[in-house]
């Protein structure tokens, strides 16, 4: 990270960590070297979580790698917390509020749209436009086009990408 962490205030709520002094880190997440996480976010590495380099995680993106859903409706007759690895590849990019359960693979270069929620055991290949709840493949995400369109935005003065929406 190139900007300086703000010094938390006595007694912050939340525990400290490198990415973002608004953001909620469990266990011990691999998180690559570059990435952006926004404010309010949740990583869940309890049950092992790799974030490639140079990703964005939007804010209040939450990323889990547990569910304590059987445990809760089993009356807890079920005594363990369910944990599943979690990766999201290099350049990728997660849209506010986006959601990715436990045991999901996302390709690189891949987005994720905002308010996505990606269902537990997922898995997308590198370059996927994903978005919806559930999270469903929209279409192949193409770099060059993306990266054409901005310089011709950019040329005439605008700045709103919109490549989903061809």
């Not at 939007?58 to 599943?84: A, F, K």
């Not at 999270?135 to 086009?145: F, G, Q």
């Amino acid at each position: 990270m190139s900007d300086p962490l703000p010094i938390l205030p006595e007694g912050w709520p939340l525990p400290a960590n490198p990415y973002n002094p608004l953001c909620w880190v469990v266990g011990e997440p691999d998180i690559g070297s570059g990435c952006w996480i926004g404010a309010f976010t949740l990583l869940d590495g309890s049950g092992g979580l790799r974030v490639g380099q140079g990703c964005n995680l939007s804010s209040g993106v939450q990323i889990l790698t547990h569910s304590s859903m059987r445990r809760t409706v089993t009356e807890r007759r079920w005594p363990n917390v369910d944990r599943r690895p979690t990766v999201l590849g290099e350049y990728c990019f997660v849209g506010t509020n986006a959601v990715v359960l436990m045991g999901s693979t996302i390709g690189h270069h891949s987005v994720i749209a905002a308010g996505a929620v990606v269902r537990e055991g997922s898995t997308f290949p590198p370059y996927s436009l994903i978005a919806g709840n559930p999270a469903v493949w929209k279409k192949t995400i193409d770099p060059e086009e993306m990266l054409e369109l901005a310089q011709a935005q950019a040329a005439v003065g605008r700045t709103q990408l919109t490549p989903y929406n061809k």
